[in-house]
């Protein structure tokens, strides 16, 4: 364990930017072979959008990392948050149940929460539904993120370090497995259901993420895990649905000219607010 721990607080820059070049490319090349979905679309085209947005994503995280850092080690040196009042008590822990313990913790705070206030409060929603308006998800969504929700879920993260008491090496291995797992969930694959009921015990599967991308009310509002699937089974937000089932998008922004365009996608945080349609239900009976 002190192997890896030693690698992440030293990991070169080129290692972050393989794993998140390799893993587009590997998740790329899977669900070319075996597609979920069979999309009738141009998928470099598409691609492009969404490597501009994790572009964008990459700027802003660049420029905002030494707020990371600085948060982390005065964290650390201060003795605040949750692994730093464990490591002062009697109950001092191994590196790995550390790890496994700061995982689940920046993954609740730094991920599900601010993905589920961003679906909560509309201002906050502007931004992210850029995300959601991906008709045609794959691995290439997963930072499909307007560069002020990037903000937004940078500002989470952080918060999520200071209560964590995350020391830089955990910070950088939560950034790579929450990439990697993120592409791998986004992409447009299925697992067999064996394969599924196993993994989803653990992680958050395509199987389980894809209903998250729904089109329409209430099914966009569940499954907000990123790395670990407990959140929203702990919280009443988890759901299933077949994949087979799945219409992509967001009923607020049907048109290509609105989900297929730069230009478009970076002006909707600014545009009038779009109440959702939500499902249409079936007319009840009158006698």
Known sequence: MERIVNYFEHIPSSHRSLILVGGITVFWLIESAVPL??????KWHH???NIFFTLTTIVVNFALAFILLRT????????VGLLQWLERSDARLP??????????????????????????VKFLWRFHLIHHTDAYVDTT???????GESVIRFAFTTVGVLLTGAPMWLVFMYQAISVA????????IELPRWADRVLSWFIVTPNMHHVHHHYV?????????????YWDRLFGTYHEMPGKDLIYGIDTHPEPREHSHIGSLL??????YREPVGEKRPEPETA
């Not at 979905?37 to 141009?42: A, D, L, P, V």
């Not at 590196?95 to 909560?120: N, Q, R, S, T």
């Not at 797992?181 to 447009?188: D, E, G, T, V």
């Open 181 to 188: 797992l993120s592409q791998f969930n986004h992409a447009n």
């Open 141 to 147: 969504t997963a930072n499909r993120h307007h560069p």
């Open 267 to 272: 002006k909707i945080p600014f545009q009038k």
């Open 37 to 42: 979905i069979r999309f009738s679309y141009r």
């Open 217 to 229: 009310l209430p099914v966009t509002n569940t499954n907000y895990g990123n790395i670990f699937p």
């Open 95 to 120: 590196l790995w149940a550390e790890a496994i313990i700061g995982l689940l913790f920046l993954d609740l705070v730094g991920a599900w929460l601010p993905h589920f206030v961003e679906h909560k």
């Open 72 to 79: 982390s080690d005065w964290a650390v040196q201060n003795n």
């Open 47 to 49: 691609a492009g959008i």
